[in-house]
C-alpha cells in the first residue's frame, strides 16, 4: 500500500464520520408537502383515508390504477355507480367518459384543489382563490349536519366557487372570521346523474384525520354518495417499482451513503490514473529462422539442379504422411493402395494414379526426370493432401 492510497484512505475515514455525526444529531424535518398520496404518512397524505376507505364504503370500493378512459373501455355495460376522483389528473378523452357515465345515472365526487377546465366549462361553475386566511373551517350547510366541522389551522387552500350555474347546489361553506361564507362543496345535476364538487382535499389528509371530531365531516361528505359500487380513480395505486436500487434511493441516508461512495471512487480512479508508471522494457521476439533455412536448402537444390533427388525426397516426405494421417500401407504402391487413398481423400482416381506414376519414378534411381516432372509432381501430391 503506498502513501497516496493511505492519505485518500484517511481522508474518507474522516468524512464518512463527519457524515454520520451530522446524522446522528440532525432533527427529524416534518414533510408537509402535499402529495396525497395513499402510500404516504406525512401530514398530507391520505394513509390513514386509504386504510379506513373500504370500511367508509361497506366494503363496496374499487380502487384502479387505469385511466377512467381505458376502464370504461373494457367495462362497458356497468351499471350505475359511484365515480371517486382526489386530486388525480385526467385526461380529456377520460372525462368524456366520466360524463357519459354520469349522464347515464352514476354520481362523480371530485376532491380537487384546482377544479379542471373540461369540468368547469362542462357543468358551469368556476372556483379561484377565495381566501389567504392562515385558517378556516369547513362546514356543511345541511341542518343535520350542523354540528360537523373541521378547522383547517395548516396551509388551507383557501379555494372556492365564485361562480355557481342556476340550479346547482351548495351543500358545504368556508367560514372565516373576517369574511363571508363561500361555497366548496356543490352538487350538479348532470343527465340522470350528480357531480360532487369539493375543492378542499385537505379534510381527507392524515393530519387532519387524526384529530378529534374530524372523521365526522369527512363521513358526512361521502354520505352523499349512494350505497352501491364505487370506482376510486387512484393514481398512487400503481405497480411498485422493481429498480434494484429502490431501497437505498428511498432512504436518504443509505441514498447519501451511495451517492458518497460514488464519488469517493471517481476520486480515487482520477487520482490514480495520473499516477507514474516503471518504464517497461521492450524485449525483441526471437526471429523464426526456420523459413530462411527452407529457402536456403531450396535455392542449394535449384542451383544443383538435381531434379530426381528432389523428387525422391518429396515422395518420401508424401508417403510418410499418408501412413502417419490417414494410417494407409505404403508398401506396395497398387490398386489397393490407389483404392484406398481415393476413399480417404476423395480425390479423383485420374490425379491419384497420376500421381503414383510420378511417384514410381522418382523412386527409381535408374529414370530420367525433367524439371516439369518435379513440378507436376509437387502439384499433384499438394493437392492430394494439403
Not at 247 to 261: E, G, H, M, R, V
Amino acid at each position: 500500500m503506498n502513501k497516496t492510497f493511505k492519505i485518500y484512505a484517511v481522508i474518507f475515514i474522516v468524512v464518512m464520520i463527519i457524515l454520520a455525526l451530522f446524522e446522528v444529531n440532525k432533527t427529524e424535518s416534518t414533510d408537509w408537502r402535499k402529495n396525497f398520496k395513499t402510500d404516504q404518512k406525512s401530514p398530507f397524505g391520505i394513509f390513514i383515508f386509504n386504510h379506513e376507505v373500504k370500511d367508509l364504503f361497506k366494503n363496496k370500493l374499487t380502487k384502479s390504477d387505469q385511466t377512467p378512459y381505458d376502464y370504461y373501455n373494457q367495462n362497458e355495460t356497468k351499471k350505475a355507480h359511484n365515480i371517486l376522483i382526489i386530486e388525480h389528473e385526467v385526461d380529456g378523452e377520460s372525462w368524456n367518459k366520466v360524463f357519459d357515465e354520469v349522464a347515464k345515472g352514476s354520481d362523480a365526487m371530485l376532491i380537487v384543489s384546482d377544479i379542471p377546465k373540461e369540468v368547469s366549462d362542462s357543468i358551469g361553475y368556476y372556483d379561484s382563490k377565495i381566501s389567504f386566511e392562515e385558517e378556516n373551517i369547513l362546514k356543511l350547510t345541511d341542518k343535520k349536519y350542523r354540528n360537523d366541522f373541521i378547522r383547517l389551522d395548516k396551509f388551507p387552500s383557501g379555494r372556492g366557487f365564485t361562480f355557481i350555474r342556476p340550479g346547482a347546489e351548495v351543500l358545504g361553506k368556508t367560514v372565516e372570521k373576517n369574511n363571508t361564507d363561500q361555497a366548496n362543496f356543490i352538487r350538479v345535476n348532470y343527465g340522470k346523474g350528480h357531480f360532487y364538487v369539493h375543492c378542499e382535499p385537505l379534510f381527507i389528509t392524515n393530519y387532519y384525520l387524526l384529530k378529534k371530531g374530524s372523521t365526522k365531516y369527512a363521513q358526512d361528505v361521502f354520505s352523499y354518495l349512494d350505497d352501491r359500487e364505487t370506482i376510486w380513480f387512484d393514481e398512487s395505486n400503481t405497480v411498485e417499482s422493481h429498480f434494484f436500487m429502490r431501497f437505498i434511493l428511498s432512504n436518504p441516508a443509505l441514498k447519501y451513503a451511495w451517492w458518497l461512495l460514488l464519488g469517493g471512487l471517481l476520486l480515487f480512479i482520477f487520482f490514480n490514473a495520473k499516477r507514474k508508471q516503471r518504464i517497461v522494457p521492450v524485449v525483441e521476439p526471437l526471429k523464426n529462422t526456420s523459413v530462411d533455412f527452407v529457402k536456403s536448402i531450396g535455392n542449394l537444390y535449384l542451383q544443383e539442379g538435381d531434379f530426381h533427388d528432389m523428387m525422391a525426397k518429396k515422395a518420401q516426405y508424401f508417403l510418410n504422411k499418408v501412413r502417419m494421417d490417414l494410417l494407409i500401407d505404403t508398401q506396395n504402391l497398387d490398386a489397393e493402395f490407389a483404392k484406398k487413398l481415393h476413399l480417404k481423400t476423395g480425390k479423383p482416381m485420374e490425379t491419384i494414379d497420376e500421381a503414383i506414376v510420378l511417384i514410381r519414378k522418382a523412386q527409381d534411381p535408374y529414370a530420367q526426370v525433367m524439371k516439369e516432372d518435379l513440378s507436376r509432381m509437387n502439384k499433384l501430391l499438394d493437392e492430394i493432401i494439403r
